[in-house]
């Protein structure tokens, strides 16, 4: 299977599905899979740059407005996590992972996922010591303080992410693994991000929750972004333990390491996105203990009994399927001819994916705000008339590929 690996989105869809065409044309190459490592900007209309933490005079529409439309259809399969830079009103929608458009598929905050016979997880946000055992408490719209804190990795999601078992290939991250210089030529990096040395001294540069996790699922492949630039480690987990390749890469600009090509063994295909069982399970187990206020989470207790949940959750996918739900608009999208004020728009909808999502794994809707009630999901259906549909109108032995604004060059 080959996998394009983008480092920070920002948006330029358009560049980066332009740079995968000619990587294909020019190589005779097929690639099967995008994956972005986060600030993917999947902002639709005007309002939703009311919830991009960006200083005003980078907000810009970019191009993923086409492809949440249908003007645009992504010609390759994209799976992507959240950022620092996220429409994250949009995001919250789409807490437990969905299509934030055809054929591109958010992860979640936290999630795993399978792509053919390759197991996908990643975490959304980037860590912040003050904000991580906080609940999820904020909501649209944001304040000047939580249109920053929403994006923060928050311990419930990591907790989640530290029961699973089974094997995963790759993992996605925003920012880098804390430590993760010591397994790289570090001394190389910090001669052009000078501002970096004292920060890897220091044993500061990198997410401790991003380290807890890739010391305890010891995935194949790590991907991360943030930095902007690009780095490469190999981490040995214990001696003769299995090793994982982590890879950073930069954001799409002219002359940047963006964006990289990744030969993984696999079965062959077709390929598609599919939900995984034992995320399935861990989801709905935990799901009771969700922390939605700016209290600490109180999960640590949680008894698992994973056997008797993932049997129920195989019997509901042998009965439905592992295919995700359907995309659905939400919103008005953008129109370049007739822009308008984000003010014009009114409400934040419940999406009908997550709505959907839930009701298959039996479980209440509680993503509106921290006061509501937790609706039984019987009620879901009845509540189903205030959804807003819009429907649109008209390293090992690898061979990488390195590419540099468009143009690669082969990389052993």
């Known amino acids: 299977m080959k996998i394009a690996v983008e480092g920070c989105m920002h948006g330029d869809l358009d560049k980066v599905y332009e740079t995968i065409k000619y990587?294909?044309?020019?190589?005779?190459?097929?690639?099967?899979?995008?994956?972005?490592?986060?600030?993917?900007?999947?902002?639709?209309?005007?309002?939703?740059?009311?919830?991009?933490?960006?200083?005003?005079?980078?907000?810009?529409?970019?191009?993923?407005?086409?492809?949440y439309?249908?003007?645009?259809?992504?010609?390759?399969?994209?799976?992507?996590?959240?950022?620092?830079?996220?429409?994250?009103?949009?995001?919250?929608e789409l807490y437990y992972g969905g299509w934030a458009a055809p054929n591109i598929y958010f992860l979640g905050f936290a999630g795993v996922?399978?792509?053919?016979?390759?197991?996908?997880?990643?975490?959304?946000?980037?860590?912040?010591?003050?904000?991580?055992?906080?609940?999820?408490?904020?909501?649209?719209?944001?304040?000047?303080?939580?249109?920053?804190?929403?994006?923060?990795?928050?311990e419930y999601d990591v907790h989640k992410l530290m029961q699973v078992e089974e094997p995963i290939d790759i993992f996605l991250s925003h920012d880098w693994p804390l430590g993760i210089t010591d397994?790289?030529?570090?001394?190389?990096?910090?001669?052009?991000?000078?501002?970096?040395?004292?920060?890897?001294?220091?044993?500061?540069?990198?997410?401790?929750?991003?380290?807890?996790?890739?010391?305890?699922?010891?995935?194949?492949?790590?991907?991360?972004?943030?930095?902007?630039?690009?780095?490469?480690?190999?981490?040995?987990?214990?001696?003769?333990?299995?090793?994982?390749?982590f890879l950073a890469l930069d954001k799409c600009l002219p002359g940047r390491k963006f964006l990289q090509i990744v030969d993984i063994e696999s079965d062959p295909g077709?390929?598609?996105?599919q939900y995984d069982e034992e995320w399935l399970a861990i989801t709905r187990k935990f799901n009771s203990v969700f922390?939605?206020?700016?209290?600490?989470?109180?999960?640590?207790?949680?008894?698992?009994?994973?056997?008797?949940?993932?049997?129920?959750?195989?019997?509901?996918?042998?009965?439905?399927?592992?295919k995700p739900c359907e995309f659905a608009q939400t919103v008005p999208t953008y129109n370049p001819s007739h822009p308008v004020s984000n003010t014009t728009?009114?409400?934040?909808?419940?999406?009908?994916?997550?709505?959907?999502?839930?009701?298959?794994?039996?479980?209440?809707?509680?993503?509106?705000?921290?006061?509501?009630?937790?609706?039984?999901p019987a009620s879901l259906t009845k509540r189903g008339k205030n959804f807003l549909l819009f429907v649109p109108v008209g390293l090992g032995a690898l061979t990488l590929y390195v590419v540099f604004c468009g143009f690669p060059y082969l990389s052993l």
Not at 26 to 31: E, G, L, Q, V
Not at 35 to 51: H, I, P, T, W, Y
Not at 69 to 92: C, D, K, M, R
Not at 134 to 150: A, F, K
Request: charged share 25%.
């Open 270 to 273: 077709p390929y598609e996105v």
């Open 183 to 245: 397994y790289g030529n570090w001394s190389e990096l910090v001669r052009y991000k000078k501002h970096f040395k004292d920060e890897i001294q220091q044993g500061t540069l990198g997410s401790k929750a991003a380290a807890q996790l890739l010391e305890n699922l010891k995935p194949s492949y790590w991907f991360s972004a943030h930095l902007h630039c690009k780095f490469t480690a190999l981490v040995q987990h214990e001696e003769g333990g299995p090793v994982t390749k």
């Open 69 to 92: 439309s249908g003007q645009e259809v992504a010609p390759v399969p994209t799976i992507f996590i959240g950022g620092n830079h996220e429409a994250s009103n949009y995001l919250w």
């Open 23 to 67: 990587i294909e044309n020019t190589r005779n190459i097929k690639i099967d899979l995008l994956l972005c490592c986060g600030d993917f900007q999947a902002v639709r209309n005007e309002k939703d740059m009311a919830s991009l933490s960006v200083p005003p005079k980078y907000r810009e529409m970019k191009s993923f407005w086409k492809y």
């Open 345 to 376: 728009f009114s409400g934040y909808p419940r999406n009908p994916q997550t709505v959907s999502f839930l009701e298959f794994l039996d479980l209440p809707y509680i993503l509106d705000n921290a006061s509501e009630s937790r609706d039984s």
């Open 113 to 154: 996922v399978k792509f053919g016979n390759i197991r996908i997880s990643g975490l959304s946000g980037i860590y912040n010591a003050r904000n991580y055992h906080l609940g999820h408490h904020e909501r649209p719209p944001y304040n000047d303080s939580t249109i920053r804190s929403v994006y923060h990795v928050r």
């Open 291 to 322: 922390p939605l206020t700016i209290n600490r989470g109180n999960f640590g207790n949680t008894q698992l009994d994973m056997q008797d949940c993932r049997q129920w959750v195989r019997s509901r996918l042998e009965e439905r399927g592992a």
